[in-house]
């Protein structure tokens, strides 16, 4: 059975013009010790995916469709079961972990709190635990580190203390929600490789949120791409790589500068960002997809299953061929 | 800390040092003659005008008379006042206390009821919310006075609840006697805490942290406890000081409004009379003890925020 | 050859309904209350300009045989201590209350902006040398400062005012100085300066029209302080003097009919400053859009 298991979640927030929709419909689910990339340009759904599994959306969000976490559906939770789900099985870590820590605790207290007030760990044991993790993450002065405010330690080692914290009470489903952005480009990798270590080690599931496909390929078992609220493919990276089957990767595949070969003009996606609001009917992509059709815009395009891989495109048999091959790139290289 | 608090003292010191300068400077440059007041209208000879001008050393430079007069103030010596010839370090010791316990009855009423208020309206909306923040509008536009005139009118004269005018004796009396000024003083002051505390728990309430520990499961008390009200704590920290540091000056229109004989009545009867040597002591006392406030509650921010450099910043 | 770059012309599905700039106008920014706010304060200011062909009797002059008289069809609103109307006193009240405000608010707004655009202007020790001086009257409670100013100057309206606005330019000031800090950096105003432009011409033409939102903003919020502080000082007999009306000395010459029994006086002057307090710093509040107080 799934760890977790999203069915047709949809999410729209109030606004004085009417409710804007966020999320049409998003359907996935992660298997037990599976990573699932969840990969989107900003605004595309991503973020908002997870909040709906922690229930930490926004104020008044009407959300509709089922979140199912070992079978049981957290959106159904009352305020207790919620918070003891809270603390077991689920684990945030989010974007900013300078924004995550109270500025006016110790990092010690940050720790702490999660396996005591949380879980109800005893205060003694919880502390043994917490400097042990802080030496697992990493980090080589844990007196230190435990004693320090958050304003004295660097972002980085600020994130190793919230992974350290996520992974503490060995929860089922790590939420990690572009985790390595804010943090310099040096350190990027190392915390990223700390996170992936500790989560196998531990055979936690995870669903990493990330605008960067090759970050995702690399620690992902599987992933998701998400356009304007709703996923349009689902696969390996391997095969989202090799042979992708959504105009959108393929674009956002050759957005990317390439390694290897130097294009004289980077590829971009023409037109901008759209938000799941402003989608009208048929293909949310269809305004700035080359290869659209006069059909496309036309009813609901269905996210068709096909073994473990499933796209959602009007076009997708007729243009399998086709999006194997880069565009732009290899056009010019 | 030690080293903050030293540092912070020093630069107190310096203030007051400039403080006192510009008061008896502001004094000095005064229209009209000390020695005019002395005389008070009668008419006396020159020699005898001579003798007082000699006696209060008026004939002597600007500078030389400020000296004497700041290394008196340093040795406790405030002087005489021109109308009572009465001791003003005597004077001003004899209405201090009704001064104090005034200021201190508001600053709890402040604290109490402003932040409590806050944290309540901020912490569970809807319509306590509303409530508060209708509530500190008005308190905020309701001056001192006229406060202590409707308090006065209806506890007072019309359910003869508490006494109309005096500062009372003993514990017990004096809180009866005090507590209608104390609440008018406090009022506009309680209304803006109440208001800032609102704001700021509100803000806290929605910041990330909080929403991450919730989202670790940490129980609502515990994260509005240590998380929302705590760190809320900071700018509540400065406007609750400020408010009471500006108690200091605030004092002298309820006491003025009850005829107490705390030390602003005795400013202003000063300010009235002309009666400089009053003036001058009471603002340098009262400038310096909302130089101390201010300092208190400094060193008290940097308790409360571990973020604040203890030794980098200058006054 | 087919690039992404040469895909047809993105389709903009939407449309402009879906951005609407929150609250764009001014009374977008006031919302009802603060509309509410400015029609209370408008007819406070017609009140006091129509003074003299509202008010039904001369302000000043009464019959001791017709004191403390009820509200009734004579006296709309009854008579003081004095016999005089107090539906005259009070419009002549707000003449006097609302110019002494915006005297204190105009006195410190010009002062505060010129010693903020000098010592912007000027910086390095001209700035150090401002600031100190701000720092010094930080020493001094408000209230306190203005007590001192009219200790030396005398008692009296115009004693009182100028007190009072002595007291605001340190707030002023340091509030400005920092926004017209911050404008000076921004790179066009260094453009016009390596253009050659004088100090004088740059700081008038170009911080200036910046920071006078700021400036605005101070003066409303500011306005209510004034008045509240303003109408304390001619409560404790040190700003306005009898028998001129003004609402701060009401309130306080109604005290003593107050605790006889006679409390008219002193409720409607006291009313008149609430109400337009509330105003005023609901103006200033929504225009700011920050919260009342918290000026420090």
Known sequence: ?333 | MQRFVIRRLGALAVTLLFSSFVIYGAMYLAPGTPESFLVQGRTVSPEVLASIRAQYGLDDPFLLRYWHWLTGVLTGDLGESLTTRQDVASLLASRIPTTVWLTAYAALLIVVFGVVAGVVAGLRGGLLDTAVLLGSSVGFAVPTFFAALLLMSVFSVTLGWFPVFGAGSGFSDRILHLTLPAVALALPAAAVVARITRTAVVEERDTEHVSVALARGVPWRTVARRHIVRNAMLPVTTIVGVNIAALVAGATVVEHAFTLDGVGALLINAVQQKDFAVVQAVALVLVAVFGVVNLVIDVLYAVIDPRVQLGGESA | MKTAVSAPPARRPGGPAGRRRPGGGLSGRLGPLGVAAVAVAALLVLAALLAPVLAPYEPDIGSIVQRYLPPGPEHLLGTDQSGRDLLSRLLYGARTSLLGAAAVVVIAGVGGTLLALVATWFGGRVDAFIGRVLDLLFAFPNLLLAIIVVAVFGTGMAQATVALAMAYVPYTARVLRSVALRERRLPYVQAAELQGLSGVTVSGRHLLPNIAPQILTGAAINFGYAMIDLAALSFLGLGVQPPTADWGLMVSQGQDSLLQGYPQQSLLAGTCIVVAVAAFSVIGERLGGRAAGGRA
């Open chain 1, 1 to 333: 059975m799934s760890v977790l298991e999203l069915d047709d979640v949809r999410l729209a927030v109030p606004h004085p013009s009417g409710d804007r929709t966020l999320l049409r419909g998003v359907s996935l689910s992660v298997a037990p010790g599976e990573a699932l990339g969840l990969v989107g340009e900003s605004g595309s759904g991503k973020s908002m995916t997870l909040r709906t599994v922690l229930r930490t959306e926004p104020r008044g969000a009407h959300v509709a469709g089922r979140v199912l976490l070992d079978g049981r559906d957290v959106r159904g939770l009352g305020p207790a079961e919620l918070r003891r789900v809270r603390a077991e099985s689920l684990a945030m870590i989010s974007q900013d972990p300078r924004a995550a820590l109270n500025p006016l605790l110790r990092v010690s207290r940050f720790l702490v709190e999660g396996l005591c007030d949380a879980r109800g760990d005893d205060e003694r044991t919880a502390t043994r635990r917490a400097r042990d993790l802080l030496a697992q993450v990493g980090i080589a002065d844990v007196d230190r580190c435990m004693n320090s405010y958050p304003h004295q330690l660097s972002g980085g080692m600020l994130q190793r203390v919230v992974i350290a914290a996520a992974v503490a009470g060995s929860p089922r489903l790590l939420l990690a929600d572009e985790p390595t952005t804010a943090l310099d480009v040096t350190t990027q990798s190392e915390v990223m490789a700390i996170l992936d270590e500790q989560r196998r080690e531990r055979g936690m599931s995870m669903i990493f949120v990330t605008h960067d496909l090759e970050l995702a390929s690399a620690v992902c078992d599987r992933i998701a791409v998400m356009y304007a609220g709703e996923i349009v493919e689902i696969s390996t990276p391997e095969r989202l790589h090799a042979a992708p089957r959504h105009p959108y990767t393929r674009l956002l595949l050759d957005s990317r500068p390439s390694l290897t070969a130097r294009a004289p003009v980077l590829p971009v996606i023409p037109g901008r960002p759209v938000a799941a609001y402003e989608v009208g009917g048929g293909c949310a992509f269809a305004g700035r997809c080359p290869w659209s059709e006069p059909g496309c815009t036309d009813g609901e395009i269905p996210l068709v299953r096909d073994g473990d891989r499933a796209v959602r495109c009007a076009r997708e048999e007729e243009l399998a061929g086709e999006l194997a091959h880069a565009t732009g790139t290899e056009a010019t290289a």
